[in-house]
């Protein structure tokens, strides 16, 4: 029998204008998803009465709620999921909190509703009362521990490894429609191609070659793979983090570097010197409390975030992205006197002769 599998919602394509060159979409495409490094993320578990959905009984006319609370069970498993991720060294840390508004990850355990998570940094772009991650089976069940690990791997920015046009996998595609339109994942056609059959760009997949042992990789049953001879007879990943795995996600997020990022004053530029996905950090300690701007300029494409810390640990504040854009980010808060801000600006790409630099005024 086919096991549950992870469906991501189906996000459209990311638009450029038109002209932008090869490198510029390559370097957009595989880091526009990614958190700057450096992030707390701070994840809650739904709790309320009121948390849960309603959905139609089928042949019934009527309507029932189903429950997003999970049990302290469930809820340990992906603690611990989530301190293994953590265990790697990586520079995004995790946090629990009780208050959704303080989250950028809200977990659900709806039963039926699959098990699936945003990608990275699109979980901003979910409501606030609003599920980013979802787990729809029991993970205390022998072997499910790995469906944390997956979902996990989503909010850091990972995709399916299946997908990569680096596998050089030949489905029996009607077989594979056939098997996931059974039970117990009874998918459309479309929502199979999402997440099986459909190629991911190169340039945003996990790695450079195929690793059918990643935490990313589903288990396939018989009679689905074609090529590479080998998976005919089925693909069985062991439902733990790779070698593969771990290097990526220590190469989007290294370890943190020096303890003490770099002074911004108001209306002095720093130019940042970087390589594309590389990264700089930078505090403000405003000298007086009124709206300031926090922003880059030069030919360029950057990720900017700005972080409030709150009893020493960074809270996110506001963040800008210009990627593939003509403009520069421009961001727009009101900062405090006494605070501490964390500014960070990671490089997608330079494009243009002149320097790239941020500026806050």
């Known amino acids: 029998m086919t096991a549950r599998y992870c469906s991501l919602v189906q996000q459209p394509a990311p638009a450029f204008a038109p002209g932008l060159a090869a490198e510029r979409i390559g370097a957009l495409v595989a880091g526009r998803r990614m958190?700057?490094?450096?992030t707390v993320l701070h994840y809650c578990f739904f709790d309320g009465d009121a948390d849960a959905s309603v959905i139609a009984v089928p042949g019934t006319g009527r309507t029932r709620r189903v429950t997003w609370v999970g049990g302290k069970e469930q809820r340990d498993v992906v603690r611990e999921c989530?301190?293994?991720?953590?265990?790697?060294?990586?520079?995004?840390?995790?946090?629990e909190v009780e208050d959704r508004s303080e989250a950028e990850l809200r977990i659900g355990f709806q039963l039926g509703d699959g098990s699936w998570s945003a990608v990275g940094k699109?979980?901003?772009q979910v409501g606030q009362n609003e599920r980013t991650m979802n787990f729809g089976w029991d993970l205390t069940v022998p072997g499910e521990r790995g469906t944390a690990l997956h979902q996990i791997g989503h909010a850091l920015g990972m995709l399916h490894e299946h997908q990569s046009p680096f596998a050089g996998i030949h489905w029996d595609d009607e077989a594979v429609h056939a098997e996931l339109a059974g039970p117990p994942n009874f998918w459309s056609r479309d929502r199979t191609y999402h997440n099986i059959l459909r190629k991911l760009d190169p340039d945003e997949v996990n790695g450079s070659v195929w690793d059918p042992q990643s935490i990313m990789e589903y288990p396939f049953p018989s009679?689905?793979?074609?090529?590479?001879?080998?998976?005919?007879?089925?693909?069985?990943?062991?439902?733990?983090?790779?070698?593969?795995?771990?290097?990526?996600?220590?190469?989007?997020?290294p370890p943190a570097g020096p303890p003490e990022p770099s002074a911004l004053a108001p209306f002095r530029s720093v130019p940042l010197g970087l390589g594309p996905g590389e990264q700089a950090d930078f505090v403000v300690e405003p000298p007086e409390t009124r709206a300031y701007t926090v922003g880059t300029f030069g030919d360029s494409d950057a990720l900017v975030v700005v972080f409030e810390e709150r009893n020493g640990e960074p809270r996110y504040l506001a963040g800008q992205d210009d990627g593939g854009t003509p403009g520069n980010t421009a961001i727009r808060a009101r900062l405090v006197k006494g605070r501490r801000y964390v500014v960070r600006v990671r490089l997608y790409s330079a494009w243009g002769p002149g320097r790239t630099a941020v500026i806050c005024w």
């Open 82 to 95: 989530f301190q293994e991720w953590q265990g790697l060294g990586i520079g995004v840390t995790f946090a």
């Open 35 to 38: 958190w700057v490094n450096g």
């Open 122 to 124: 699109d979980a901003l």
């Open 223 to 253: 009679g689905l793979i074609l090529e590479p001879e080998q998976y005919r007879a089925g693909l069985n990943p062991p439902g733990t983090l790779s070698a593969a795995d771990k290097d990526f996600v220590l190469r989007w997020y």
